[in-house]
């Protein structure tokens, strides 16, 4: 009798098969969806997609940039709390703090360029006291976008999806945005 429930240790996972059928690393980074929702009833999103003939290190530099900021934000904050605790000058923890963060973050910014200068984006913002048929349109579209490529990711990580199909997908919403883009410039 095992300290488990049946239920639990039923399932037997032979050493040879991975838990997972195919890695997430496997499945290329098209990109990324941010909603954020501001005061009296506004919300903002916003659907970058990068550029599907960029390598995946690229790529890979560039949601590493992407999430920088907001971390080391974060870790610069307690890192110079913990050094006040500790008793070391102001002036000194923030010298450390940001020789450490700035060559990182310009690092990152240099490796990332050539897929952040060719990335596509498509935008919304929408206000619950000025609703705008256009804006809901572009909310419907940009959604519509994230949940092919979503579940287009999602099927190619199951193996339902061959890699070439997901690059085709890839390739005609990044060129229906860059033309969505370039339409509402002229």
Known sequence: MGLLPARLTARRVEPDTPLFPQSLDKVPRWGYVSHAVGRYGASYSRLVVYPPNAD???????????????????????????LAGVGAPLGASALLIAGVLLPVGGYLALRSA????????LWSSCFAFHPDARD??????????????????????????????????????????????????E
């Open 136 to 185: 809901a349109e572009r909310e419907e579209g940009l959604l519509l976008f994230s949940r092919v490529l979503e579940g287009a990711s999602r099927s190619l990580r199951r193996g339902e999806m061959s890699s070439a199909s997901f690059y085709r997908v890839w390739q005609a919403i990044y060129d229906e945005v860059a033309e969505m883009n370039a339409s509402r410039i």
């Open 114 to 121: 050539p897929v952040r200068r060719c990335s596509v984006m």
């Open 56 to 82: 995946e290190r690229t790529r890979r530099f560039a949601e590493a940039c992407r999430l920088f900021v907001p971390i080391a934000a974060g870790g610069g904050l307690v890192v110079g709390l913990l």
